[in-house]
């Protein structure tokens, strides 16, 4: 087990997992050591920048901004959030979530090779996220030791090929490149759904095409837009906040404010000032997390046709979701806000259906996933309709994850999970189905069932009729 933790412990971290890969593929192509050298630095290089990025707007405006939306809005429910239910899960089902990962990374690039689904998943942690929750919710449908592994290794690999896989035609559309690069994230089917829902507005004018007025025309410049509208949200929302007592709250209620709450004190920030500095802050970490997307797009592609032309015929990687941003950076604003909005709107119809239908579990709009998976779905939208299909997807794709969590909620109660739920659409719609399934048909019918998603695509890809396009190839 040291050994598989040690192992796991690299897999897990997408720097060092895509740094491997890409190493691995330039020295498929022979080439030369410094070649290597430079093109596997520069790779990790680029996914610390965006890991730097992405941390630095979470520790720091986002998830201060959720509490203060919390309670300037006297909102009261369960955040959706993947990194609070895996470390639950993880203090009693530790080595199975490691034993699925390793499984399920070796049987990810089988199914690249042998199905039609060409995918190689290089999100490190959201594959540590998936292969925990398999492991819980399997275990409940009676799988142990080899069985819970092998099948949670199945199921694992299956959607590690399937969730880029139903993201990809509109991902082609959002980067040009054919299928030199995927999209890994388990959001998928939101951000497939969202592209569905632009096709609506097809033709439409694209979000990066907006006129400004001459004077306005500094709003073309992304970091100057995003600061502009951020600043704007978090003076509103802090004001509404100030207004209902937050600067005489009880410090101890908040993770992320204190730097707002210190009244009184020499560290005493003006609610203003702090306000502006957020909203700033938050387009530096938006510029950051798009340097890190570029500097790894530059290296990854191309060391990717080494795997791709010895090992795994046609292999695509399949890059955590920020890959998107920089195609269509006023969409990613765009569809942030407007998810959130539908975030907002679907607590709504859930408090009205729990106080008039059913007890239903009251899913607060988190900004992490809302900025990650709305604003990855606003440029999906984009893609598809122009600045109207952002605005409709991302709307939609608000909804979606306020309800299939609500829906997934008590899969997680019953396991003994209350109040933490999973936010990314393919955590949820996968938990709702296992989940069920575990209880519906336990042990080897299970089994079963797991073994299965690994081999139908592969007899699937023998046995059906391939097309014209592909069998001329």
């Known amino acids: 087990m040291a050994v598989i933790n040690f192992i796991v412990s690299i897999l897990s971290e997408p720097a060092l997992l895509v740094g491997l890969l890409a190493l691995v593929g330039l020295a498929l192509q022979g080439k030369a050591i410094e070649d290597i050298v430079m093109g596997t630095v520069k790779t990790v290089v680029g996914f610390l920048v965006l890991s730097a990025g992405a941390s630095y707007l979470q520790s720091g405006s986002l998830l201060a901004f959720g509490e203060l939306f919390n309670y300037a809005f006297h909102m009261q429910g369960v955040v959706p959030n993947n990194e609070a239910v895996v470390s639950m899960a993880l203090t009693q089902f530790g080595s199975d979530s490691a034993l699925i990962m390793c499984v399920g990374m070796v049987l990810n690039i089988v199914l690249a090779r042998f199905s039609r689904m060409h995918y190689i998943f290089l999100t490190g942690h959201h594959t540590l996220y998936m292969a925990c929750m398999l492991a819980v919710v399997l275990s409940i449908g009676g799988l142990q030791g080899p069985m819970l592994i092998i099948g949670g290794g199945c199921v694992l690999a299956m959607i590690m090929v399937l969730s880029p896989a139903y993201c990809q035609p509109t991902f082609r559309k959002v980067t040009g490149a054919g299928d030199a690069v995927g999209f890994g994230h388990f959001g998928g089917i939101g951000y497939a759904i969202a592209g569905q829902v632009g096709k609506l507005f097809k033709g439409g004018k694209s979000t990066e095409d907006i006129n400004f007025p001459k004077r306005l025309i ?102 955590d979701c920020p890959v998107c941003f920089p195609y269509a ?39 992490v996933p809302h900025f990650f998976c709305g604003a990855s779905a606003g440029v999906f939208g984009n893609a598809e309709g122009g600045l109207k299909g952002c605005v409709a997807g991302a709307f939609v794709h608000g909804l979606l994850i306020t309800f299939l969590p609500a829906i997934c909620m008590p899969v997680f109660t019953a396991l003994g999970f209350t109040s933490a739920t999973f936010s990314d659409a393919d955590f949820s719609w996968l938990g709702i189905v296992f989940g069920n399934l575990a209880q519906a048909a336990p042990g080897m019918p299970l089994f079963v069932i797991c073994l299965l998603c690994f081999v139908v695509p592969i007899v699937y890809n023998f046995v059906a009729p391939k097309p014209k396009a592909a069998a001329a190839e």
């Not at 797009?297 to 046609?314: D, H, M, R, Y």
């Open 329 to 367: 950076p006023n969409a990613v604003i765009i569809g942030f806000l407007v998810s959130f909005v539908g975030g907002i709107v679907g607590l709504l119809i859930l408090m009205a259906v729990d106080a008039n239908l059913a007890p239903v579990a009251l899913i607060l709009p988190g900004v």
């Open 218 to 319: 500094f709003l073309r410049d992304t970091t100057v837009a995003i600061s502009i509208t951020m600043m704007i949200f978090f003076l509103i929302v802090t004001g509404v906040a100030v207004a209902n007592g937050i600067l005489d709250a009880d410090p101890s209620q908040f993770t992320n404010l204190n730097v707002l709450l210190n009244v009184g004190t020499e560290t005493t920030t003006n609610w203003i000032v702090w306000a502006l500095e957020s909203g700033m802050a938050f387009a530096g970490g938006v510029y950051i997390v798009l340097s890190g997307v570029r500097l790894i797009v530059g290296e990854i592609v191309p060391a990717f046709k080494g795997i791709s032309e010895k090992l795994v015929p046609g292999a695509v990687p399949a890059i």
